[in-house]
C-alpha cells in the first residue's frame, strides 16, 4: 500500500495497490475527495469573554470554535469495490461560517476603530475651535484697545492742530488792523475791502469746530493779503502824490514870492532909512521867520473852534465812563497845525500828543479818527489827565488839529 501526503505534509488516508502476481484485485476503504488546491482552514482560538463582548455583544458566547483537532475520517477494512459515497456538506459549512465570523469580528474591529478615530478627531477639532476662538477674541480686543487709542491721539492732533489755526487767524487780523490805522488815507474802498476780510476772518475764527473747518479758517487768512496790500499801495499812492502837490505848490509859492519881491523892488523908492535902524528890524523879524506862521497869515487856511474839538472829545471820555478834562486853546499849537495845513501834511511838533486830519472838516470825524487808532485812543482815554489844549485850522475843507492832554 502505497502513502499519499498533501504539500502540507499531513496524511490524508491510505491508497490499495493491486498485489503483483494476483489475479484478484484488493479494494481499499473510500476516502474523501479533495481537489489538489485545497487549503485548511486557519486555526480559531476561542477569544476572551471582554474582546467578544466589545465586539460582538449580542452574539457574545456564539461562534466559538473548539480548540480540539478534528478527528480524523474513520477507516474500514478492505472490502469488495464499490462506488465512493458522496462527500458530506458538513465540514465545507463549518468553514465558510468561520471565515464569516473572522471578517464580520474584522469589520466590527474596524468599526469601532474608526468610531474611536472620529471622536478622537471631533475632541481635538473642538479644542483647536477653542484655541482659535480665544485668539480671535483677544485680537479683536487689541484691535478696539488701538482703534481707541488711535482715535483720542487723533482728537488731540486736530484739537492742536485747531489752536494753532486760530491763533495765526488772531495774529494776522491783529496785523490786518495796524495796517488799516496805519494808513488812514488809503481810501475808503480798500480800507472798507480790508476791514470786509478782517471781518470775515474773525468770524470764522469763532465758529471754528463748531460748523467751521480749518480749511475755511485758511481759505479766509488767504483772503485778507490782497486788499492789505490793496491798503499799503494806496496809501503810497496818496502820499507821492501829496508830496507832488506840495512841491509844486511851494515851487509856485517860491516863483511868486520872488516876483513879488523882484516887483517891489522895482517899484519902491530908495530908502534913507539908516543902516543900523535897517539891521534892527531885520533882528525883529527873525523870529517870526524862524517860527511858524499863523493862520491869519497863510493864504486859504482858517481858524476853527477849539471849543466845539474839546466837546466832541470828551463826549468821547464821557462814553468810556471818564470825567471831562479842562479846554484851552493854544497859540503853539495853532501855529503847529497852520504849519502842518500849509505843507498839506502831518507830523508831531514836539509840543503835542496827538495830530491828525480829517476832511470833510467835522470836530466829531475828527474825534472818531482818533478813536479808531490804538495809540491815539490810549491818549485820549488817560485817567491821569485833567486839560487839554488845542490847535485846530481847515485848509480847502480839511481839519487841521494839535492837541496836547496833559
Sequence with gaps: MATVRHKHQRRLATVPTQRQGSAAAQVGAPVESRPASFVPPPRIDALPPETAALLLPDLAGLFVPTAEPLAAPPQTAPGPRQAAPAARPGRPTSVVVGISVVLLLGALAAGAAVRLQQQAEAAELARAQDRVARVVAEQRADEQFFQARGAAVAQAAAAAAQAAQAAVALEAHAQAQAVLEANAQAGDGPRAALQEAMDTVAATAAALGQGTSQADLRAALAGIAAPQQGVVEAQAQWQAAEDARIAAEQAAAAEAAAAAEKKARAAAPKSSTPRSNRAAAGAAAAPAAAG???????????GYSVQSIGDALNAHRANNGLPALSISGSSTLNAH????????????GGNDSIVGWVQPASSTAMINAYANSAAHNTWMLKSDISRMSIGAVVRDGRLFTAIKLS
Design 292 to 302: 511858524e506862521a499863523p493862520a491869519a497869515q497863510v493864504a486859504g487856511i482858517e
Design 337 to 348: 497845525a497852520t504849519a502842518m495845513a500849509s505843507e498839506w501834511r502831518i507830523w508831531h
